[in-house]
């Protein structure tokens, strides 16, 4: 997968609506600090600073991220790590949910609501039936097959159509290295054990972390507030 775009899928109405509160709250920082009155200001910068904490792990932070090695999901306060070769199915519903032997990522992430469902399906329905007003401009080749690939599908359909392709295009290449190092074994028992050292390396597996970003501004907001209750 070396040489692979990388792609941000998030939802950019609460990215844009996150931003927009990030500024209204450092603006109010700053007259909080220059009109400063004592236990009344910390106490609301205790308030705005855990609103802005809240804003951060559900707006700004959450986002799929396909890299070359795999699919990254950041959730409000964790990071799930699925290596191409580690995705065994993806579906969608409401959300995102990628499969990994036992374990189900669910992405905060794009999600899909009734509504933008319903009007992906209308949208497919027009698309099919090749209707529209006389005057609509004639579209190219490469215009009608983009219409018609997102024909009925909501941002998240296609977010989970990227992740599959690059879990399918990745495993024709581990199966073909796996035969190699077979037929190297089979040659020489230096080959084996070289192919048993790589093997060693580990098999690509589903990582879940906490968020270092997200726990230091909860823990900053966190401060505050017990600072406003101490003071």
């Not at 998030?10 to 990215?15: C, D, I």
């Not at 986002?63 to 070769?85: C, E, I, M, Y």
């Not at 609501?113 to 490469?142: C, F, H, I, L, Q």
């Amino acid at each position: 997968m070396s040489g692979a775009a990388r792609e941000v899928f998030r939802s950019k109405a609460a990215l844009i609506l996150g931003w927009v509160w990030v500024a209204f709250a450092a603006l109010n920082a700053v007259d909080l600090v220059v009109r400063y009155s004592g236990p009344p200001s910390l106490a609301a910068g205790a308030v705005l600073a855990v609103l802005t904490a809240l804003v951060f792990v559900t707006c700004i932070r959450p986002a799929v991220v396909l890299t070359d090695g795999g699919v990254l999901v950041r959730n409000p306060l964790r990071d799930a790590f699925v290596p191409w070769t580690a995705v065994d199915g993806v579906a969608v519903g409401h959300a995102i949910a990628i499969t990994s032997g036992d374990a189900v990522v669910r992405c905060w992430t794009p999600q899909t609501t009734a509504r933008e469902r319903a009007a992906a399906v209308r949208r497919g329905r027009s698309g099919s039936e090749g209707g529209g007003p006389a005057t609509e401009p004639v579209r190219s080749r490469g215009e009608q097959a983009a219409a018609e690939a997102l024909a009925g599908r909501t941002h998240a359909d296609w977010a989970a159509e990227q992740i599959r392709r690059r879990a399918e295009a990745a495993r024709p290449r581990t199966g073909a290295g796996a035969t190699e190092a077979g037929a190297g074994a089979g040659a020489t028992e230096a080959g084996a054990g070289a192919g048993a050292t790589e093997a060693g390396a580990g098999p690509a597996v589903l990582r879940i972390t906490w968020a270092p970003s997200a726990l230091v501004v909860l823990g900053a907001a966190l401060a505050l507030v017990v600072a406003a209750f101490l003071v």
